[in-house]
């Protein structure tokens, strides 16, 4: 039993510090501490827990909960109702329903979409499932609250709710349009969260949040550039200027370097923080508020090149007079690192010569919520930050936007204004076409793609083929193109195959170009990387692109490349990442992969990759199915097939097809049948694979004799079909004596067993492979 001398001493301290407390997670902290005091003893100490329960504050802004974990939020909201129920109170509704919402947005964050809903049901009863919570959600952070706001809205316009919930509902709304809203000049800072007490303190408490910084103009200085800081740092310089350190003058001389109209011009600014009264320690902002500054510093130098930071990431780390990154608080890094994981924040900048820290804590915070996707970058210098697409965004301001700045910067006169605004936008309309600027569909016209907004206007053409117009015949190649929202703003980038025709020594690219900042994104040259010890291929041999798409791996959406090589056996699957253009990973494959399908088969929201062709090294067709996370590694292959310096792959499934009596002797001098299609039928859970046997030619027209190879989900084959103009082959070549039948049911089923399944280490026949399931 406590002693209740101890517990009015803890409870006179405990509103002493809840009273003088900055930090809203300091004051739950204090409060569930001094609850434990009491050892189950809540009713004696009624009092006390109705006092300090009405002094606790209720979360507003997302900011304010970010580097929080949800279900610390959940639990939170739980204690609160399972103590006022012991003493015999009324929960505090709106402190216990703003822990549930703000535990609701934070697993959403953190890809746990059914425990979300659990959340949600707690203070509103909507049962009904959220589109995406039967399987972890596969898109960006952004967009998945993109999408949960869509359905929130549905949802208050689709039925009647009671005015309790729709309050609930729109609360998130608001939330989600914080979260995702999009600032100029402001960016995300991981920091650290102390109580006033101190380090030595028995009360002391650390925790991580975010905190967004904006950077507001505040006109032209005389001397010297001026970035005013109104706030206070614990443990740096007071409220001052930074315009003496390196804060502003790295950037200065980057901007400098490439517009040197700035020279001789100097601005000033104020820095901002979001929730001004939070406290934290530290100058680690240095490296964030230089960046703001450049990009700042740019918008100024009056070019059509403009930069900003895309709002993606959280950035951390001090700054030398060299523009290089030094290192932050040892002590925080654990703490900065869940202020950006338990975030909306997808990327988190730390100094490179503390990645590994930095990566230790992630790694362990991955394993509680394997699905969160936050990417950790090191950087060694601020310029890094302005090479990577996936933390700053290039883009070209229109002539429009730029004639108004220079109109507004004149300071025309109030009567000519009007009149030239309308000049303009009529100038505008003329020069630069539709105002809709997201494209919704592509088309193929000679050797460019053309992008077509939504009213079917024509908003960009870029050339796909550098070589003689008309190489490639357009509708064939609509699987060269992939346009998707594959950065989370909203607005589609296209992603194409690039040619060079009639250069065999020139690389064939993937090229990513954004419709937002109409520009390229990124760019990547294919080729062969690695070589046949005993095989006669050259170090030059390129690659021909058949086809790509897109795919959601567990890290997020990759490009699928299949490509063959130019002029010998390979066929190769590249995994491309689609926000950076980075190679992640190759599947090298014996012979050519004629086929490729990008499915969800399992529908737990990742990619399955089935592919078909031919395995060179067997002399057979083919069929195989690859998880997108797995596909690294060279297929089956006899041992003058294998190339050195890669593993052998893991595939799901790999199986080689036999050739039926009408290939053996349509295609008697050709070594192999040819896996030419895959397809998937999800209404009976069936995979197709069809075979092309050969081929006859009828006036002139070549007709393919094929044969349509049906699997049931786990690739146990269920039955074989064939073509028209197999069955005519037949039964010519049966009536011709040069076939010795015509194949009917008995004969596919026992062609079926002919089937050949890989085990990791060798191919064994169909009764053998599935022979678990008759025991």
């Not at 209720?58 to 003493?87: K, M």
Request: aromatic share 12%; glycine share 6%; proline share 4%.
């Amino acid at each position: 039993m406590p002693n209740p001398l101890v517990i009015e001493e803890a409870f006179q301290q405990a509103v002493s510090d809840i009273e003088e407390a900055l930090s809203f997670r300091f004051i739950y902290a204090r409060f569930f501490e001094f609850e434990a005091l009491l050892d189950g003893e809540a009713v004696k100490y009624q009092s006390y827990l109705v006092q300090l329960m009405d002094m606790l504050p209720i979360f507003t802004l997302p900011i304010t909960w970010s580097g929080l974990d949800p279900e610390v939020l959940s639990r939170y909201a739980d204690s609160i109702e399972e103590i006022s129920v012991t003493i015999g109170r009324e929960p505090p509704i709106n402190v216990v329903q703003r822990l549930r919402q703000a535990a609701f947005l934070q697993y959403i964050c953190v890809s746990e979409p059914v425990r979300a809903v659990s959340e949600l049901k707690k203070i509103t009863g909507i049962t009904v499932p959220l589109g995406f919570t039967t399987k972890r959600p596969g898109g960006t952070t952004r967009s998945n609250l993109h999408k949960l706001k869509s359905w929130l809205q549905d949802i208050l316009s689709s039925k009647p709710i009671a005015a309790k919930t729709g309050e609930v509902l729109n609360q998130c709304i608001q939330d989600i349009r914080a979260l995702t809203q999009e600032r100029e000049f402001s960016v995300a800072i991981p920091v650290v969260e102390r109580n006033s007490a101190g380090d030595e303190d028995a009360r002391s408490f650390r925790f991580g949040r975010l905190r967004t910084l904006t950077l507001h103009d505040s006109g032209e200085s005389k001397n010297e550039d001026q970035i005013i800081r109104s706030f206070p740092i614990t443990g740096a310089e007071p409220i001052s200027s930074l315009n003496k350190g390196p804060v502003s003058a790295v950037p200065r001389r980057m901007a400098e370097e490439k517009y040197p109209f700035l020279k001789g011009r100097y601005y000033r600014a104020h820095l901002q923080y979001e929730v001004n009264g939070a406290n934290h320690q530290g100058e680690s902002s240095d490296v964030a508020i230089s960046a703001l500054w450049y990009s700042f510093l740019i918008e100024k130098a009056e070019s059509r090149e403009q930069v900003r930071l895309t709002g993606q990431a959280a950035i951390t780390g001090t700054l030398n007079d060299k523009g290089y990154i030094g290192d932050v608080d040892t002590d925080g890094i654990e703490w900065k690192t869940r202020a950006a994981f338990f975030s909306w924040i997808e990327i988190l900048v730390v100094p490179m010569g503390q990645y590994s820290q930095f990566d230790r804590y992630l790694t362990q915070l991955k394993k509680e919520y394997p699905s969160k996707k936050c990417i950790l970058i090191g950087i060694n210098s601020i310029e890094e930050i302005f090479y990577d697409r996936r933390l700053a965004l290039y883009y070209q301001e229109s002539r429009f936007k730029q004639s108004l700045k220079k109109l507004k910067k004149e300071k025309f006169k109030t009567v000519g204004i009007p009149l030239i605004v309308v000049l303009l936008l009529i100038i505008a309309r003329l020069a630069y076409g539709p105002v809709d600027k997201n494209p919704v569909s592509f088309s193929f016209v000679d050797n460019y793609i053309e992008l077509k907004n939504e009213n079917g206007s024509i908003l960009k053409r870029l050339q796909y083929v550098d070589g003689e117009s008309g190489w490639f015949e357009p509708s064939s190649h609509q699987n060269m193109a992939i346009l998707e929202d594959i950065s989370g703003d909203e607005k589609k980038e296209l992603v194409y195959a690039f040619n060079y025709m009639g250069d065999h020594f020139e690389k064939p690219e993937i090229r990513a170009w954004s419709s937002s900042g109409d520009s390229l994104l990124w760019k990547k040259s294919l080729s062969l990387n690695y070589n046949y010890p005993r095989q006669l291929v050259p170090p030059y041999t390129n690659l021909n692109v058949m086809e790509m798409g897109l795919a959601q791996s567990v890290n997020g959406k990759r490009v699928i490349v299949n490509a063959n090589s130019t002029q010998y056996f390979q066929g190769v699957i590249l995994i491309i990442d689609a926000v950076t253009g980075n190679l992640l990973s190759e599947y090298v494959h014996s012979g050519v992969i004629f086929d490729l399908l990008i499915i969800d088969r399992d529908e737990d929201g990742f990619s399955e990759l089935l592919i078909s062709g031919v395995n060179n090294s067997y002399w057979k067709a083919f069929v195989a199915e690859i998880n997108v996370d797995d596909a690294h590694g060279y297929s089956p292959s006899t041992k003058d097939y294998v190339p050195e310096g890669i593993e052998k792959a893991k595939e799901d499934t790999y199986i080689l097809l036999p050739k039926s009596t009408v290939a053996e002797y349509l295609t008697i001098i050709e070594k192999y049948n040819i896996g030419r299609q895959v397809h998937y039928d999800s209404q009976h859970s069936e995979i197709l694979t069809m075979v092309a046997e050969g081929w006859r030619y009828f006036e002139g027209n070549e007709y393919t004799s094929d044969l349509l190879f049906h699997f049931d989900e786990n690739f146990k084959p269920s039955g074989i079909g064939t073509s028209d103009i197999y069955d005519v082959a037949a039964r010519e070549f049966y009536e011709e004596g040069k076939i010795p039948l015509i194949p009917d049911f008995d004969y596919f089923e026992a062609l079926q067993d002919s089937i050949l399944y890989w085990t990791g280490d060798e191919f064994v026949l169909t009764q053998e492979y599935f022979s678990d399931e008759n025991e």
